[in-house]
């Protein structure tokens, strides 16, 4: 047994389009660059997936490549991330993280730690590239492969809505590196953030398998929406009446939002919940002691 206690981070875990960010990150970034209309080119991909029975994520990649490849255009990792500085946030986004750090240092005491991962199946190059990148400790999503010339090649790490839960288990066993194995036994008491201390936030269907296992390990999830596309509210409804989201709020970051108050009472209930496992650890310790 641990000699003492540890678990003692909160990790707080985004998707990003649509949850950080209004539109899919390549509709500021790649297709802009090689003039393709964002409505066509996501039909064309999804009428091949349907068609050929092909993961959607994987034809987004390489329908890329293809038409960077076809314009002669040579896209390399610097300018993916060169692009990123267009992406727009959601209200707030940028003011968020360091409110958040701060809210749950002054509410535990400095005794707990807040922790941001980002999760999401669009491309970790443009992802480096954005301006909240500092705030991420660590940042999961799709990659390409890039050949000796540093020209984009082919998808070399899918993230889909179903490999996302892979990374949830690389935080909650604190086997972050992409290289680790998560495959072996690990017992509760020694996984550095357990689930209790997670939220995830996401925005729609993608997040479900996420959400579920958040919600079945003991953690917590919120479903945001844009303010202006009533679809999207009503797909958190949805996820708020299924059981996977504890709250669902427009996805409005700054002080005075409500997702603001909702995330400060989840953030409470994990503070309060670590300070009682906590206790209860010290309580075993010292009898066990005497």
Not at 2 to 19: C, E, H, K, M
Not at 195 to 209: A, E, H, K, L
Not at 232 to 250: N, P, S, Y
């Amino acid at each position: 047994m641990a000699s003492r206690f540890f678990q003692n981070t909160i990790a707080l875990v985004y998707d990003f389009d649509g949850t950080l960010s209004p539109q899919p990150m390549q509709e500021y970034t790649v297709l802009p660059r090689m003039g393709v209309v964002p409505r066509e080119f996501w039909d064309r991909v999804n009428e091949e997936a349907r068609v050929t029975e092909s993961d959607m994520m994987l034809v987004y990649l390489r329908h890329i490549l293809e038409t960077l490849e076809r314009q002669k255009i040579a896209v390399k990792r610097e300018d993916f991330a060169r692009m990123a500085k267009a992406i727009r946030y959601f209200p707030g986004v940028e003011g968020w993280f360091a409110r958040m750090n701060a809210y749950v240092r002054r509410r535990s005491g400095g005794k707990v730690k807040l922790h941001h991962y980002l999760i999401s199946a669009g491309q970790k190059e443009i992802l480096d590239g954005v301006s909240i990148r500092k705030h991420f400790r660590r940042i999961y999503a799709s990659e390409y492969h890039f050949n000796h010339h540093g020209v984009a090649t082919f998808p070399k790490l899918l993230v889909t809505d179903t490999v996302k839960t892979q990374f949830l288990f690389r935080i909650n066993k604190g086997k972050e590196a992409v290289t680790e194995s998560i495959n072996e036994h690990m017992p509760e008491s020694q996984r550095p953030i357990p689930f209790q201390n997670m939220i995830y936030v996401g925005d729609g269907m993608t997040d479900v398998p996420s959400m579920a296992l958040t919600k079945k390990s003991g953690g917590h999830t919120v479903a945001v929406y844009g303010g202006e596309r009533e679809r999207d509210k009503v797909t958190c409804v949805k996820l708020l009446e299924a059981g996977r989201a504890d709250f669902i709020a427009e996805a409005d970051y700054r002080k005075t939002s409500k997702l603001s108050r909702r995330m400060e009472l989840l953030l409470d209930a994990v503070v309060a919940d670590i300070a009682y496992r906590r206790e209860a650890f010290e309580c075993r310790a010292e009898h066990r002691a005497k």
